[in-house]
């Protein structure tokens, strides 16, 4: 990855995880409610075992993963009076809409007017007091007498339209609010439901969900003591009940598998995450769905068969020896309408090689996230073999490699040879996130497929533009652009299209070869998707997304799994195309 600060921090972890989830769905006769359970298995606990001997071959430093019990939510879509509802807490998402008052300072909204009315004003004056308002962010936690419920849990969603943001953010509250009190059982419900169609519900039940999911998930794998999490159940109110909530529910569910997987491949450290831990996870990924997977790892040798040596050059320094991983996804049945290949950059550590990273800002003990783009692939490789979408082939490729320095090593000035013929001057050993997508972007154009998305912590520049929480897009498509961009708005990700500017490939000319690897710091990062876009076959719609800023969060210490979910979309609206 490029020197400039990237605050993210991705990384892979030894072992698959969070299982497919066993559901069961059930129709109660007393009021219509359809429930089922999720478990949430980390990485290396039903299969640590199985991985012990090849993770203490590969790591330093005696660090392993720890084995921990797969945490259980059982989910429920319920149709009942919030009052009636018992348990530990029921939390109300609000809107600044909703939290309007009368003269009297008592609420407008009849859901919040019912609850306070049973609790005999508090609600409202504590809500008053705590200065709640239901902007974004905001939440307060009361424990009051009169209800079922032991606590109720404000939840402010902002804006009178709320935004799949905003009901994820509502079960990420809720699930910390079950953190905080050591709750078993909640409930969420919404405050108003005015004005949302039967669609927009159950997106909102599916976001509630995710939330609720991922907020519950905690990477206690490198820690020495953990506390379990206590939430055993989660009652959805007021959404709806029946098979199209139910189903989902599980397909968030089932996001969620590949976002989990996403973050404790990013989380987990280069001494134990190498190339070769990296391939495991995609072999096992492959085991696990073997009805609709695949998977080819290419070692050292065959990628010099395939004249990989762009790809090469950056690995040569390295006592891991680099591994080509590629998973193959094709339906058990039906016909195949679109061929279709996800790209992720794999680097599972980043020194910088001989232009090494150092002074404030390099950021160089986080580079174990520059393995983001493959841990967003291999994560929406897991969530597509439990969803098993029909009409679409994909391809899930990643170059991994780590970039060290050592005699053996890539140096500057070095002219390699990129697998389609093109001839590259490195004058610059930090910028090898590039090289190594040149030869697998060259690969996935040679698997005949119509439509390329690559994903790379790949520059700082990228960063500087746009902040930590947004990946920038490149393409020289607007339909891809479009689907793609449609694809993240249904997910909550956020992305923004950059342009292409031809006239910046002069700063990437070389006097000897065909090109060099980095121009100047402007522009940077739309240099380096110029440079990628050389190695694409013209007749293949490609893009590039720069994720370098928003997978991982400085706030939580974290990855946060980016850029599975929009992945998963878009492969689900090329299946129905």
Same mark, same amino acid.
């Given at each position: 990855?490029?020197?400039?600060?990237?605050?993210?921090?991705?990384?892979?972890?030894?072992?698959?995880?969070?299982?497919?989830?066993?559901?069961?769905?059930?129709?109660?006769?007393?009021?219509?409610?359809?429930?089922?359970?999720?478990?949430?298995?980390?990485?290396?606990?039903?299969?640590?075992?199985?991985?012990?001997?090849?993770?203490?071959?590969?790591?330093?430093?005696?660090?392993?993963?720890?084995?921990?019990?797969?945490?259980?939510?059982?989910?429920?879509?319920?149709?009942?009076?919030?009052?009636?509802?018992?348990?530990?807490?029921?939390?109300?998402?609000?809107?600044?809409?909703?939290?309007?008052?009368?003269?009297?300072?008592?609420?407008?909204?009849?859901?919040?007017?019912?609850?306070?009315?049973?609790?005999?004003?508090?609600?409202?004056?504590?809500?008053?007091?705590?200065?709640?308002?239901?902007?974004?962010?905001?939440?307060?936690?009361?424990?009051?007498?009169?209800?079922?419920?032991?606590?109720?849990?404000?939840?402010?969603?902002?804006?009178?339209?709320?935004?799949?943001?905003?009901?994820?953010?509502?079960?990420?509250?809720?699930?910390?609010?079950?953190?905080?009190?050591?709750?078993?059982?909640?409930?969420?419900?919404?405050?108003?439901?005015?004005?949302?169609?039967?669609?927009?519900?159950?997106?909102?039940?599916?976001?509630?969900?995710?939330?609720?999911?991922?907020?519950?998930?905690?990477?206690?794998?490198?820690?020495?003591?953990?506390?379990?999490?206590?939430?055993?159940?989660?009652?959805?109110?007021?959404?709806?009940?029946?098979?199209?909530?139910?189903?989902?529910?599980?397909?968030?569910?089932?996001?969620?598998?590949?976002?989990?997987?996403?973050?404790?491949?990013?989380?987990?450290?280069?001494?134990?995450?190498?190339?070769?831990?990296?391939?495991?996870?995609?072999?096992?990924?492959?085991?696990?769905?073997?009805?609709?997977?695949?998977?080819?790892?290419?070692?050292?040798?065959?990628?010099?068969?395939?004249?990989?040596?762009?790809?090469?050059?950056?690995?040569?320094?390295?006592?891991?020896?680099?591994?080509?991983?590629?998973?193959?996804?094709?339906?058990?049945?039906?016909?195949?309408?679109?061929?279709?290949?996800?790209?992720?950059?794999?680097?599972?550590?980043?020194?910088?090689?001989?232009?090494?990273?150092?002074?404030?800002?390099?950021?160089?003990?986080?580079?174990?996230?520059?393995?983001?783009?493959?841990?967003?692939?291999?994560?929406?490789?897991?969530?597509?073999?439990?969803?098993?979408?029909?009409?679409?082939?994909?391809?899930?490729?990643?170059?991994?490699?780590?970039?060290?320095?050592?005699? $053996? !090593?890539? %140096?500057? /000035?070095?002219? #390699? @040879? &990129?697998?389609?013929?093109?001839?590259?001057? *490195?004058?610059?050993?930090?910028?090898?996130?590039?090289?190594?997508?040149?030869?697998?972007?060259?690969?996935?154009?040679?698997?005949?497929?119509?439509?390329?998305?690559?994903?790379?912590?790949?520059?700082?520049?990228?960063?500087?533009?746009?902040?930590?929480?947004?990946?920038?897009?490149?393409?020289?498509?607007?339909?891809?652009?479009?689907?793609?961009?449609?694809?993240?708005?249904?997910?909550?990700?956020?992305?923004?299209?950059?342009?292409?500017?031809?006239?910046?490939?002069?700063?990437?000319?070389?006097?000897?070869?065909?090109?060099?690897? $980095? !121009?100047? %710091?402007? /522009?940077?990062? #739309? @240099? &380096?998707?110029?440079?990628?876009?050389?190695? *694409?076959?013209?007749?293949?719609?490609?893009?590039?997304?720069?994720?370098?800023?928003?997978?991982?969060?400085?706030?939580?210490?974290?990855?946060?799994?980016?850029?599975?979910?929009?992945?998963?979309?878009?492969?689900?609206?090329?299946?129905?195309?």
């Amino acid at each position: 990855m490029a020197a400039l600060r990237v605050s993210s921090a991705l990384a892979c972890s030894s072992s698959s995880s969070f299982h497919s989830y066993p559901s069961f769905f059930t129709k109660f006769q007393s009021s219509p409610i359809w429930s089922f359970s999720i478990s949430v298995t980390p990485l290396c606990s039903r299969r640590a075992k199985r991985m012990a001997h090849s993770i203490a071959r590969d790591t330093l430093g005696l660090t392993h993963t720890n084995q921990s019990d797969a945490p259980k939510i059982s989910f429920a879509a319920k149709e009942i009076d919030l009052v009636e509802w018992k348990g530990d807490i029921l939390a109300v998402g609000a809107t600044e809409k909703d939290l309007a008052r009368d003269e009297n300072s008592k609420f407008q909204n009849p859901l919040l007017q019912k609850l306070d009315s049973k609790l005999s004003g508090l609600l409202s004056e504590a809500s008053f007091e705590e200065d709640f308002s239901g902007k974004s962010g905001q939440s307060t936690i009361l424990r009051l007498p009169g209800l079922g419920s032991k606590r109720i849990a404000l939840v402010g969603l902002g804006s009178s339209t709320s935004s799949t943001a905003a009901y994820r953010s509502l079960g990420e509250a809720a699930a910390a609010a079950a953190k905080s009190a050591q709750a078993s059982n909640i409930a969420i419900a919404l405050a108003s439901t005015d004005g949302l169609s039967a669609e927009s519900k159950l997106s909102s039940a599916s976001a509630i969900t995710t939330g609720a999911v991922l907020g519950t998930f905690e990477d206690n794998r490198f820690k020495s003591e953990s506390k379990k999490p206590t939430l055993k159940s989660l009652d959805i109110l007021g959404l709806g009940t029946g098979p199209e909530i139910e189903k989902k529910i599980k397909y968030a569910a089932d996001v969620c598998a590949g976002v989990i997987l996403g973050r404790e491949l990013v989380n987990a450290p280069a001494n134990v995450l190498t190339p070769a831990v990296l391939a495991e996870e995609a072999k096992k990924i492959a085991s696990t769905y073997s009805d609709v997977f695949s998977a080819n790892i290419l070692d050292v040798e065959q990628c010099k068969e395939l004249k990989m040596g762009s790809y090469l050059a950056v690995a040569a320094a390295s006592a891991n020896p680099a591994h080509f991983i590629h998973l193959s996804y094709k339906p058990s049945s039906g016909e195949i309408k679109k061929k279709i290949a996800l790209v992720g950059k794999g680097l599972t550590f980043d020194s910088g090689g001989y232009n090494i990273k150092t002074g404030p800002g390099c950021s160089i003990e986080l580079m174990k996230f520059d393995m983001g783009g493959a841990a967003a692939v291999l994560g929406a490789a897991k969530a597509l073999g439990q969803i098993k979408p029909a009409g679409v082939e994909v391809h899930f490729i990643v170059a991994a490699c780590e970039n060290m320095i050592s005699g $053996t !090593g890539m %140096r500057p /000035g070095d002219i #390699i @040879t &990129a697998s389609n013929g093109k001839t590259i001057e *490195v004058n610059n050993t930090d910028a090898e996130g590039r090289l190594t997508l040149a030869d697998a972007l060259v690969y996935a154009c040679n698997q005949g497929v119509e439509k390329i998305v690559d994903l790379a912590t790949l520059t700082g520049a990228c960063v500087v533009a746009l902040g930590p929480s947004i990946a920038g897009i490149f393409t020289p498509s607007d339909d891809l652009a479009k689907e793609v961009v449609a694809a993240s708005e249904v997910s909550g990700e956020k992305l923004w299209r950059l342009p292409m500017e031809d006239s910046y490939w002069e700063s990437m000319k070389s006097g000897v070869a065909d090109m060099v690897n $980095t !121009g100047g %710091r402007q /522009g940077g990062a #739309i @240099t &380096a998707a110029l440079f990628l876009k050389q190695f *694409v076959d013209e007749k293949v719609q490609w893009m590039h997304i720069d994720l370098a800023g928003p997978v991982w969060s400085d706030k939580k210490k974290n990855a946060t799994g980016f850029g599975v979910s929009t992945l998963v979309e878009w492969v689900l609206k090329n299946s129905t195309i």
